[in-house]
């Protein structure tokens, strides 16, 4: 027959546990995990602080936008004019692009491994998987639901928004679902989700028809900061041409090792070098 422990070994081996977070009561039972620890307050207020203007396709209705290994690639929307396109991240000039099949409505776009883009479809369920070296199409994976924004982990996981406020993370291989976040926020809405973009530690997020970027903390899944954008917004509207109206702010690009981000919008003409300030 099993002997239960003493009571003197059993209160050692549950401050062990409780050390670890995990202590039980019952023989056998799995262990319990310890919530992360999460800041309830007001997310913090930033502003953004222009460090360069660079010329960008007025014609772009651009979904998604990201830098890879000092390449800019950004994905364009609209049906029968949705592209994914290699953009020299000065000039603007358009290197190379791929048309979509004129049903599909691209959205957003992540890089996968060393050579793959993944691009989203809004209503079409599809992902397609571009070479990143000539931007031929290599493979699909579907998905339910609508695709807006995906971006890319540094542990390879993708996580993708919808439009609402919850965030499907999935595998990088087959774009399986391996889990869903609901993105919460104590001072405002956290849903019109859209364009994502990872810099390492936080999440960040426009919301669409908004001149909000949201950041968003990965672990409790909570938005820490939001950005107001509202002033670059205006200055793009002022740089565009008066028979041209810009559309709404969409593109997020990190620029690998520093604070800076590349961001743009739909029809902008204008492609902004920024950081994130305290407001």
């Known amino acids: 027959m099993t002997r239960r422990p003493s009571v003197a070994v059993a209160v050692a081996a549950c401050l062990v546990a409780l050390v670890l977070g995990a202590c039980s009561s019952d023989d056998g039972a799995a262990p319990a995990t310890t919530a992360p620890t999460c800041a309830a307050g007001a997310p913090e207020r930033l502003a953004v602080e222009v460090l360069d203007e660079r010329p960008h396709d007025p014609t772009a209705f651009t979904q998604g936008l990201l830098v890879v290994d000092g390449d800019l690639y950004e994905s364009t929307g609209q049906q029968g004019e949705s592209t994914v ?79 609402s406020d919850r965030l499907a993370v999935r595998d990088p291989d087959d774009f399986a679902e391996l889990d869903r976040w609901t993105v919460e926020r104590s001072d405002g809405p956290a849903d019109q989700l859209n364009e994502l973009e990872w810099d390492g530690e936080r999440l ?76």
């Open 85 to 163: 396109r290699e953009v020299d991240p000065t000039t603007g000039e358009v290197r190379r692009t791929s048309d979509l099949d004129p049903e599909l409505f691209g959205e957003g776009l992540t890089a996968v491994g060393d050579d793959r883009l993944v691009q989203l479809t809004w209503k079409d369920g599809r992902a397609l998987v571009w070479d990143r070296a000539d931007l031929t199409l290599v493979d699909e994976h579907a998905y339910d639901g609508e695709g807006w924004g995906i971006t890319t982990l540094d542990d390879g996981r993708l996580v993708m928004s919808d439009g």
């Open 204 to 279: 960040w997020a426009n919301r669409w028809q908004t001149d909000e970027i949201v950041r968003i903390d990965p672990t409790c899944h909570r938005v820490d900061a939001v950005v107001d954008a509202a002033a670059l917004t205006e200055r793009a509207r002022e740089a565009a041409d008066p028979d041209e109206p810009i559309d709404v702010l969409n593109g997020i690009a990190h620029l690998p090792g520093t604070d800076r981000f590349l961001v743009t919008g739909k029809d902008w003409p204008v492609l902004y070098e920024v950081r994130f300030v305290p407001a």
